[in-house]
């Protein structure tokens, strides 16, 4: 199993560093973004951007087909649940999160649970954003408060869960305190790119939230973590992305993982479409380091034929 390091040296080591190439990452993110915060100087505000660029939080709170202001929400999704529209989050007391202190933050990263008690389906990614350090949680936090306040009434985090949904959503809290996380075990040395591969991967990158199947309540299969959904429960079909030779991506190289992370293009010369090619204009803002360490990761685990049970 592989989870958010829990000591202080790797809390630490999971951490964005400053450095000339991280500086101009963040720099492109933030351009990409379009929310450049006041105060982007910050070294916390700098983390917490990578990290929700990484994430792809600007993605799912934008409502950019309408010309949404960044992260102010209102952006419709059809998910498993229904169609949700995504709430506001910036720091707008009245509509957005800027009446929630970190502990508020924090619950709803981890437990799916707002600051009112309501429980959020999985369609928030909850269960992989528990696994973030509390350091970059409060990076993560420190980065939306200082982007600028949108007044958006009617954009709530409840805001468009149906009934069924939120009956739904209450089982959550269950499931995400026994949610263990991936099941591949990986070999020995567990290097460090592997290990930032991996808290990458399974935390702000959610990869699992696609590439494995879910049960009705939204809880991902551990025992088919990365081998691929057939869209038998969401509807989602997501390839296999373990390293089996016939069905995953055992023939791709680190840097053919890598490449594709950067640019959406595929060994076979073809480019990723639909929800991936959402995914890779996340991932095209994270540094080359953290793109060959995801790509390592992936490379690490034992491989697993197409929704292959182990």
């Not at 619950?107 to 954003?129: C, E």
């Not at 939230?209 to 809880?219: E, L, M, N, V």
């Not at 390839?239 to 993982?257: A, F, V």
Request: with cysteine; charged share 20%.
């Amino acid at each position: 199993m592989v989870a958010a390091p829990a000591t202080n040296r790797s809390a630490k080591r999971s951490r964005l560093k400053a450095s000339p190439l991280v500086a101009a990452g963040l720099g492109l993110a933030l351009a990409a973004i379009g929310a450049r915060p006041a105060n982007a100087a910050d070294p916390a505000v700098a983390r917490g951007a990578y990290l929700s660029a990484a994430a792809g939080c600007d993605q799912c709170h934008t409502d950019a087909k309408n010309g949404g202001a960044p992260y102010a929400g209102g952006r419709a999704m059809a998910t498993e649940f229904g169609t949700i529209v995504t709430p506001n989050i910036t720091p707008d007391k009245a509509t957005g999160i800027g009446g929630w202190s970190l502990g508020d933050f924090v619950r709803a990263m981890r437990w799916g649970i707002g600051p009112d008690g309501t429980h959020y389906v999985t369609a928030f990614p909850y269960p992989y954003f528990s696994r973030l350090t509390d350091s970059d949680l409060a990076d993560l936090k420190a980065f939306l408060d200082s982007v600028a306040p949108v007044t958006r009434p009617g954009l709530g985090a409840a805001s468009s869960l149906a009934l069924l949904a939120r009956a739904r959503a209450a089982v959550g809290e269950a499931f995400a305190a026994n949610f263990a996380g991936p099941s591949a075990t990986l070999p020995a040395p567990r290097d460090a790119a592997v290990l930032r591969g991996a808290y990458l991967a399974n935390s702000a990158g959610h990869c699992g939230d696609c590439h494995t199947p879910q049960s009705w309540f939204g809880a991902s299969d551990s025992g088919r973590e990365f081998a691929g959904s057939a869209g038998w429960f969401n509807g989602r079909k997501a390839p296999n992305i373990t390293p089996d030779p016939k069905t995953g991506i055992g023939g791709w190289s680190e840097e053919e993982i890598a490449s594709l992370l950067k640019d959406g293009g595929t060994p076979d010369g073809d480019f990723v479409g639909g929800a991936m090619a959402e995914i890779v204009r996340n991932t095209e803002r994270l540094t080359d380091d953290d793109r060959h360490a995801i790509a390592a990761y992936l490379k690490a685990p034992p491989p697993k034929a197409f929704g292959e049970n182990k």
